[in-house]
Structures are given as structure tokens and as C-alpha cells.
């Protein structure tokens, strides 16, 4: 007797066990329909290599020694390679390989398919090698550790509760070259080394570290930066630098001495007020003079010429900056400032949302003199009146986007007020000749997507401006970029409005020409503004009728009772559909396309296996279901139901043909209108209550149902069913419908 489909779903697991290199593993075979079978593969058992043998190499290996030569046992041994570092000290992360020498101080790493840096910790010391610096004898000698100890001041009172941040500076090697005109190169280290550490003063301003890396070491205050946004950054300030050597304890003294600094900040022309955060440059005596080469240099040997950059290295200090704290109403104070010729700088700046990146807004700096000081220490304070801040040209939200002009390929000139009347996407693209920031991938990715949600090209342009890099290069050819206008503005640093060349990025324009966010082509954030923008989805076709409703947790149910939308249907004509994705990733976790037609439903509000969903961070989606035949379609009704509302929200649109119109697309990929290939829209849907789904949250339990019905006979006759879905919000990665069913109701 032949399964039901409910009886199907729960045959049974079988569990079988395999053999990967020696390792074990399981694969479980989960039948949820009749001669279909799901195949999940288990991580082999752990250290199963998931590299191929062929590629691997022998991991490295070696004996660890004290400066005495003896072994060193139970040392911790870590590996850094291309895809994991190494905080060197911080036991928090750790994601490289680690492991710990024997009695007799030997340690050794499986086969590994590279590393780039070999890490020793130990309580008698530390050690660093570079990948292809192992000794020949494999004997990695450590150092012991060096020790800083410190008081932080802020004027004559201790500074307690304070972070002080401690970064080591490991020197590049000095490698000789061939080039006569630069006779040694540098290769950089501790790429792959987290080489920095924060500990806090006590009540007396008090601070140690007592494990130090040897070699330079910088020290820094954290101190806040204000944001447009009202947000804050932690701003360092490197106050002392310092020379540790192995076994060696270092005092250092942080403020206490010197004389504060006050005056106020003005924004010179402005309308508008910015919070500002500023900096002393501290100028002292020391002469930064860069390296000149020996006369004897290429006479000299391998160590005498890494003693001699390592001498000019350790000459080398970073100039030292002292924090200045100022008030909303412009006043600012800095404290401990020495005698001195000093450089005050001040800033106000935002940060890009979407990707994170600063934006300056206005800035000023102010050279001024800290005189002689009797007894090093005054708290008299040093007016230095007043720092003018100036405002930098910026595009700003809300506003007119500044008028533009470029020239396309052909040699026609397009205008931004062209498109008025349209929402328009402005990228500006660095072009480097070799590579182009954004990527045309990205832009293309980006510009599918928008023009999708958007519904239809004649409602949103995409005008990409190239920026070439190198101008005086004849002649210029712009590149073509899928879904986008490109143009070029050759001499963009003269022809292009401040506005734009100040901070350069990719803004969204509405159809009167105002700027309503600057945003990132890279991710979600164009498609999060868009979609606040633009009204909800609820168009249909005529004669066709759109039901939506909703059931809170207290009502939600496996039996889906809406008052006015069927339960899901064990015997619609759905049932022998074959659901497929057309585009879009579905999600890693969950259930597989195949569960939105098999009748049943989810048991409970979390159970994802029995639900699908595309991947986490997908703003679109499409889906096809093959009816088989064609069928006169009276009905298609979607649930979902979820713990959290941004996962039972449904939005989409549902497109319906029979196959036979001229040029049919039986796949149309993201970017492609459906409605262009062969397809006819029938519905938009939108269950959410506000554009951009603003007041969707987590912890909001409840099913959504929608039926959409023909007013008067069936919907149409279609053999094919396709249904681009789209993100619910994108604030939350998990902003997409999690799909329970999708019964297609006809005959």
C-alpha cells in the first residue's frame, strides 16, 4: 500500500557508518517523501583531515630551550597560518593550531597546508619564527618576558580606573637587494600576530603588565570620540614609548607633569552645530631623520646589517599625543602638556552606516607655544584661544543632490536631473585601470536586486560614474556594467562638485532629487532605504483579490485555523507540483524546498526542518513550482509561522504562465523581469504593517496566511508558478520569511 505523505515524512532514520581516511563519520538518510531521500553528511570525527593529503605538508616541529640551553617542558606552542592569527597575549583567542612541549621541551604539528608564524609562551619566557626561519636544529630559544609598571596622572592626581593600552612593535628583517638604488628591502612580521593588551589603573593610578614582549613598545589612553550620530569611538593616544629588553622591568610615568591647555573651538560659516574631538601633537626635540645607508654597507654581513637598522629603528619614537576633552559648547581643556611648540588638532566626523567607514565633517588645528614651565609643573592653565573649524564639503541627507554631469561611451552627456521623477542609485567609481572600487560584480549584484524590489526599471536608474586614477592616460574607455548607466568625468577633480569629491560614495536619490541616505553597494543597506521608501507590496491583477491574516501565539496552532483563509491542504492540486529554487541560496539549516507542498506544516513555532528559508543576509529569492499541466488556478495560499516576526512576515510577488508565450524564460534569474520573458504578474504581497518592516522584532510569535483568490472564477490558467520573494527587514540578518506551505488550489 503506497505511503501517505505524512506517513513519508516520518519513515525513519537510518544511520550509517563510514569511513573517512580512517576517520569516522555519518550519514543519515531522513525520508520525508516517497522515493525521495535527504542526505546529510556529518563532520568526520575530530582530527579527520579535511584537507587532501596531497596538499599538506609536515607541520612544524622542534625542541623548546631556555637562554641556558636546557629544555623547556609544557610550554604552550602556537601557529598561526593563513587563515587563523595568534593573539600573543590574550589567552581568549586562540585560533590557531596549539600545542605543548614534552619533558624534553619537543613539540610537533600535524601536516598542515601552510602557517606563517610559530608563537612559544611560556613562564620562562617567549619566542617568535617566521615561517622558513625554523633553525636547522629545530631549537627555539626563548626570551624571557619583560615587565612594564606605571603610574598614569592627570595632573597632580592619580588617574584611577583608566585603560592603558600596550602595543609591541616588532621590527621588520632586513633582507639584502639587488637594486642598487635601494640596497635592502624590509619583509614585514606578526602579520598574523595580535600583538597588543589593555589593562586598567587602580585607585592609585597604578597599571602592570608583567608579561612584555622585548623590543619597542608604545603605550596609549583611550579616549572617546563624539559622533555626529551622538554614537562614540575610541580614539588611542600614544603617550610613551619604550624600549623592553628580556628579563627587564620598565617604570614609566604618564602625565603628572607640564601645564594644561584651554581655549574653544568655532565653527567658522556654518548653520549647524557638530560635536569635535581633538588631539596635541606633542613636538619634540628629537629629529626624525630617515635611513641612510652606510658607505660600507655592501661589505657588511647578514647581522651586522640587521644591528644596524635595528639601532636606527629603536631611534625612531612615534610622536606622542595628548587627548583634548571638549565641551557641547565648543570650550576644551587638555592636561599635562609640556613646554613645547605643539600642533592642536580638532575634527568632527560621522560614520557610514552601512559600511562603516569615516567621513570627515569639519576640522581645524591650531600651532601654538607652551612656555618654559618653573618646576615642571603649573595648574595654571594656558589659554590658547580660539581653533577655527572649518566645514569640508559633504553631501548631506535630506538635501538637493548637487547638479552632474558625465559623458557616456557614445560621447552623450547625461545629466542627474535626467532622471527626475525616478528614484536613482549614484555610485562613484575609483577606477585604477587594474581594478575598480566597487567591483562592477558588486554593482551588478546590487542593481539586480533594487531594480527587482523597485518593480519596474522605469522607477529606478542606475548611474554609475567612473573616477579615473590616472586622467593623463588617452584614451579612457568606462566599462559596462549590467543594470547601470556608466559614465565617466575624466577630470572629476576639477569638473566634480565638492560635495561629491570630498567624500565619494554611492547615494540614493528620490524622484525629486533629494538625498535620502548615502549607502553601501556592498551589502543590504540600499535595499533596507529602498524598501522604507516604497510603499507596501499590495498590487494585483484584475479581478484577482489579495487576503492576508494573522494569528498572534496565543491563537497560532500546526492547524493553521484563519478565519478567512483555508488550513493548509493535504489534497490541493499543489500537492504534485515540483518546487525548485530558480536563484537565490537556501539557507544551510532548515527544511528543503520540498516541504512547501507536502501538506503538513510545522508542529511548532521553531521547527525549522520543517520549514524553508533562503540564507541569512539574502534580500531576494525566487521560487518555481511545476504544476505538471496546466491547470486553471482558483487559488494560491502561503502560510508561515515563526517564534519571531521578521521570520512570518511574507513578502513576494507570484507570477503565473503557461510555458507557450513567445520567448519564455522558464528561469528567470534575479535581475531578469519576469514579466519581460513570458511571465504575467498576478499579486504582490506584503504582510508587514510598515514599509521597510520597521516594526518587526524578535520574540513576536505568530502565523501569517494569505490567500489569493479570483473575484469571480479562476485566477488563470498557468502551468507554471513563480515566486520572487524578498527580504522582510535587514537589520536583522534573519530577515527573511521562514516558509511553512504554498497550496495552489485548482483543476
Not at 587638555?334 to 552601512?354: C, F, K, N, Y
Not at 500546526?558 to 492540486?573: G, L, Q, V
Request: hydrophobic content about 40%; glycine content about 10%; charged content about 20%.
Amino acid at each position: 500500500m503506497a505511503m501517505t505523505k505524512a506517513q513519508a515524512r516520518v519513515v525513519g532514520v537510518v544511520l550509517v557508518v563510514i569511513m573517512f581516511g580512517g576517520a569516522v563519520g555519518v550519514v543519515i538518510y531522513q525520508m520525508r517523501k516517497p522515493d525521495q531521500a535527504k542526505v546529510v553528511v556529518l563532520e568526520p570525527a575530530a582530527g579527520a583531515e579535511k584537507t587532501s593529503a596531497a596538499t599538506l605538508a609536515p607541520g612544524p616541529a622542534g625542541v623548546v630551550v631556555n637562554a641556558s640551553s636546557s629544555p623547556v617542558a609544557s610550554a604552550e606552542v602556537l601557529v598561526a597560518t593563513p587563515d587563523n592569527w595568534i593573539d600573543v597575549y590574550n589567552t581568549a583567542r586562540r585560533d590557531g593550531p596549539v600545542v605543548r612541549s614534552d619533558k624534553d621541551g619537543r613539540f610537533a604539528f600535524p601536516p598542515m597546508a601552510a602557517w606563517t608564524d610559530l608563537v612559544v609562551r611560556s613562564t620562562q619566557g617567549f619566542a617568535h619564527v617566521r615561517s622558513g626561519e625554523m633553525p636547522a636544529d629545530g631549537r627555539v630559544v626563548l626570551q624571557a618576558w619583560g615587565r612594564v609598571e606605571g603610574v598614569l596622572r592627570i595632573g597632580s592626581n592619580p588617574a584611577a580606573d583608566q585603560p592603558i593600552a600596550l602595543q609591541t612593535r616588532m621590527m621588520p628583517r632586513v633582507v639584502a637587494s639587488t637594486n642598487p638604488s635601494s640596497p635592502m628591502r624590509l619583509i614585514g612580521s606578526a602579520a598574523r600576530l595580535g600583538l597588543s593588551q589593555t589593562v586598567r589603573t587602580d585607585e592609585n593610578g597604578r597599571f602592570v603588565f608583567p608579561r612584555v614582549m622585548p623590543g619597542m613598545t608604545n603605550l596609549a589612553r583611550d579616549a572617546p570620540r563624539i559622533l555626529q550620530s551622538g554614537g562614540r569611538m575610541a580614539q588611542m593616544h600614544t603617550v610613551a614609548s619604550i624600549d623592553v629588553s628580556p628579563g627587564q622591568t620598565v617604570q614609566v610615568e604618564i602625565g603628572g607633569t607640564g601645564r594644561p591647555v584651554v581655549g574653544r573651538v568655532v565653527l567658522e560659516n556654518a548653520d549647524e552645530r557638530l560635536p569635535f574631538f581633538g588631539s596635541i601633537n606633542l613636538m619634540t626635540d628629537q629629529t626624525r631623520v630617515g635611513l641612510r645607508m652606510p658607505p660600507n654597507w655592501a661589505t657588511l654581513s647578514e647581522p651586522e646589517r640587521a644591528k644596524f637598522y635595528s639601532d636606527w629603528y629603536r631611534s625612531m619614537r612615534p610622536p606622542l599625543t595628548a587627548p583634548v576633552n571638549i565641551a557641547a559648547d565648543g570650550s576644551f581643556r587638555a592636561e599635562d602638556i609640556p613646554p613645547g611648540q605643539h600642533m592642536l588638532r580638532v575634527s568632527s566626523q560621522s560614520v557610514d552606516p552601512t559600511i562603516g567607514s569615516i567621513e570627515v565633517l569639519a576640522e581645524g588645528e591650531l600651532a601654538f607655544t607652551m612656555p618654559p614651565i618653573p618646576g615642571d609643573r603649573s595648574d595654571e592653565p594656558l589659554d590658547v584661544g580660539t581653533v577655527k573649524g572649518r566645514l569640508r564639503p559633504r553631501v548631506k541627507i535630506g538635501t538637493l543632490a548637487p547638479a552632474l554631469e558625465a559623458t557616456r561611451a557614445d560621447g552623450n552627456v547625461v545629466k542627474l536631473s535626467d532622471y527626475r521623477g525616478k528614484f536613482v542609485l549614484l555610485a562613484f567609481v575609483f577606477d585604477y585601470g587594474s581594478a575598480r572600487q566597487p567591483a562592477p560584480a558588486q554593482l551588478i549584484r546590487s542593481a539586480a536586486v533594487l531594480q527587482d524590489r523597485a518593480g519596474s526599471q522605469d522607477r529606478l536608474a542606475m548611474l554609475a560614474v567612473m573616477l579615473p586614477q590616472q586622467p593623463n592616460t588617452p584614451p579612457y574607455s568606462a566599462p559596462a556594467i549590467t543594470g547601470w548607466t556608466v559614465v565617466a568625468v575624466k577630470d572629476w577633480r576639477q569638473r566634480l562638485d565638492a560635495n561629491y569629491t570630498n567624500a565619494p560614495g554611492t547615494f540614493l536619490i528620490d524622484p525629486d532629487g533629494k538625498v535620502l541616505a548615502k549607502v553601501s553597494p556592498f551589502g543590504n543597506a540600499s535595499y533596507a532605504v529602498l524598501d522604507r521608501t516604497l510603499e507596501l507590496m499590495n498590487w494585483h491583477a484584475p479581478g484577482v483579490a489579495v487576503v492576508m491574516e494573522k494569528l498572534p501565539a496565543d491563537r497560532a496552532s500546526p492547524a493553521f485555523a484563519f478565519k478567512t483563509i483555508p488550513t493548509i491542504s493535504k489534497n490541493d492540486a499543489g500537492q504534485n507540483a515540483v518546487f525548485s529554487i530558480v536563484d537565490g541560496r537556501k539557507a544551510d539549516f532548515g527544511g528543503d524546498v520540498g516541504i512547501l507542498n507536502d501538506g503538513l506544516g510545522p508542529r511548532h513555532d521553531q521547527d525549522e526542518s520543517l520549514m524553508c528559508a533562503f540564507q541569512p543576509g539574502s534580500v531576494e529569492g525566487r521560487i518555481k513550482a511545476d504544476l505538471g499541466k496546466i491547470l486553471a488556478v482558483e487559488q494560491i495560499n502561503s502560510y508561515a509561522w515563526f517564534k519571531d516576526g521578521h521570520r512570518w512576515a511574507q513578502v513576494y510577488r507570484v507570477y503565473g504562465t503557461d510555458g507557450s508565450r513567445p520567448g519564455f524564460n522558464p528561469e528567470p534569474k534575479i535581475g531578469t523581469d519576469p514579466a519581460s520573458c513570458g511571465w504575467s504578474l498576478i499579486a504582490a504581497v506584503d504582510t508587514r504593517e510598515t514599509r521597510g518592516g520597521t516594526s518587526l522584532r524578535d520574540d513576536d510569535r505568530g502565523q501569517a496566511g494569505v490567500s489569493i483568490r479570483s473575484e469571480a472564477g479562476p485566477i488563470g490558467k498557468y502551468r507554471y508558478l513563480l515566486f520572487v520573494t524578498f527580504a522582510t527587514e535587514t537589520h536583522n540578518a534573519w530577515g527573511q520569511t521562514f516558509w511553512s506551505e504554498i497550496d495552489v488550489v485548482g483543476r
